[in-house]
């Protein structure tokens, strides 16, 4: 079946400094791939989206890019900021007989300290 | 604002109760989904509708059912409760069951004593 994994958090970073989570995924066929992010007390917000191989998503600074060779979809931003605290999710869409669903991570927990 | 709506925001009851919790899905989704939080499953899908009929079931328990109204909203009604029943359930919606982006709800959180 499938399944995302993805970096054990919590992570904590300093304001300014370069964030990479890591997610790697296994799947049958072509998945779309997909970063959320959840802050306290909210439902999760889409952050980016890759749907097919080398594409890279971007979005608020954030960026990842689907590589089918290492089935990895990595999340990055250059230079994080204190608002960026959050949980972040990779998550892996598959289609199937009129049905569609998404595969989570387990989340990582970033903090960003001033 | 995702434009999803999840109600109640809060529930809390007993083991062996009975609850509902229900989802309007933003102006135009034909698709919802339904997810539980929790610490140690994380978040794990339960099941779709779209325009009314099943589509998709996860790790849905069979003490667990949902439906779509004509009105497109949802309710997932949750039977016989536990203590592991405590968790986040999400709601999402999307334009349709295929490849585009869900948005969430801000979740109910079911806390069983």
């Known amino acids: 079946g499938n399944s995302v994994t993805q970096m054990e958090g919590p992570v904590t970073l300093s304001e300014e400094a370069f964030l990479t989570i890591n997610c790697t995924y296994t799947?049958?066929?072509?998945?779309?791939l997909f970063w959320y992010v959840q802050y306290p007390g909210e439902g999760l917000q889409l952050l980016l989206k890759a749907t097919k191989a080398d594409d890279k998503g971007s979005n608020k600074g954030f960026e990842a890019t689907y590589r089918k060779e290492t089935t990895s979809f990595h999340l990055e931003k250059g230079s994080v900021q204190v608002s960026d605290s959050a949980v972040y999710f990779c998550a892996l869409g598959s289609s199937g007989a009129g049905s569609y669903q998404l595969t989570f991570g387990k989340g990582t927990k970033l903090s960003v300290i001033p | 604002d995702s434009g999803v709506t999840q109600t109640p925001k809060h529930l809390i009851t007993a083991t062996g109760q009975r609850v509902t919790l229900r989802c309007s899905p933003r102006?135009?989704?034909?698709?919802v989904y339904w997810y539980q939080q929790s610490l140690d499953q994380g978040l794990q899908f339960l099941i779709q509708y779209y325009n009314g009929e099943e589509r998709a079931k996860g790790n849905i328990l069979e003490r667990f059912s949902a439906q779509q109204f004509p009105d497109l909203h949802s309710e997932l009604n949750l039977s016989s409760l536990e203590l592991g029943d405590s968790a986040l359930y999400f709601c999402?919606?999307?334009?349709?069951?295929?490849?585009?982006?869900?948005?969430f709800g801000d979740g109910t959180r079911l806390s069983i004593l």
């Open positions: 102006s135009g989704d034909l698709s």
């Open positions: 799947a049958t066929g072509y998945p779309s």
């Open positions: 999402a919606s999307s334009v349709d069951g295929a490849n585009q982006p869900q948005h």
